[in-house]
């Protein structure tokens, strides 16, 4: 799993969002309040929001976030990840440990670790936990 | 790959290309121009076109589409399209046969071959082609 991840407010604008993600090289960030993740939000979120329904750059980014955010445990196995990505139709999944987000884990972290990987290792890799 | 490719054209509407993706559940389309492939775009674009780059959603495809595209022909192994998946940076490659383009290879496409997959079936895959 990547631990680059970021929060903002749910205020902030579709706009300022995009400018975070964008300047920090980050597919997607997370939205947080009182000190929980209440949702995260992707540039295909973004896309659509602006496109299909009808929402402002200047829109509060609560508008459009994905809410709740589906999260797993650190100990989770990596194909159970994969699994509910695929049961969910989604890219990314938050790691949460005692209530605070650690990270998340999305399809093209898994790209990158499957293609650098020999046949024997990927059966071990299955079988291991995200956060190793 | 997925067969399921769409074109438009390069003067297309950005919010139009966006209609088009989200009706047709694609994740990308291509800009065709006199029988040519010209460029590729994704959400992703739209996404930084609207908030980043000053675009709205009337400009025309063109202007934010990545072009020229990245393609290989079908009989490329798939390791081969997950390393230039990788060195270029993107999630997509475009399949192109004679001129033609076939289809779509994205990171998603293969996150799904290889969590169906054993350990025994996964080496095979590496090296077999994209169009099988």
Do not use: C, W
């Not at 969002?17 to 997370?30: F, G, Q, V």
């Not at 949702?39 to 402002?56: E, F, H, M, N, S």
């Amino acid at each position: 799993m990547t631990r680059n991840i970021k929060f903002t407010s749910p205020d902030t604008s579709i706009q300022e969002t995009a400018k975070i993600m964008y300047e920090n090289h980050l597919p997607s960030l997370l939205i947080e309040e009182n000190g929980d993740t209440i949702g995260i939000v992707t540039y295909d979120d973004i896309a659509l929001a602006l496109t299909i329904y009808d929402q402002k750059i200047t829109s509060p980014i609560k508008e459009i976030m994905s809410s709740p955010v589906v999260s797993v445990p650190s100990g989770t196995s990596i194909l159970k990840a994969v699994e509910l990505m695929l049961d969910k139709k989604i890219h990314k999944i938050t790691i949460i440990d005692n209530g605070k987000s650690q990270g998340i884990i999305s399809s093209s972290d898994l790209m990158v670790l499957f293609s650098m990987l020999s046949e024997e290792q990927l059966y071990g890799i299955f079988k291991s936990q995200i956060s190793n």
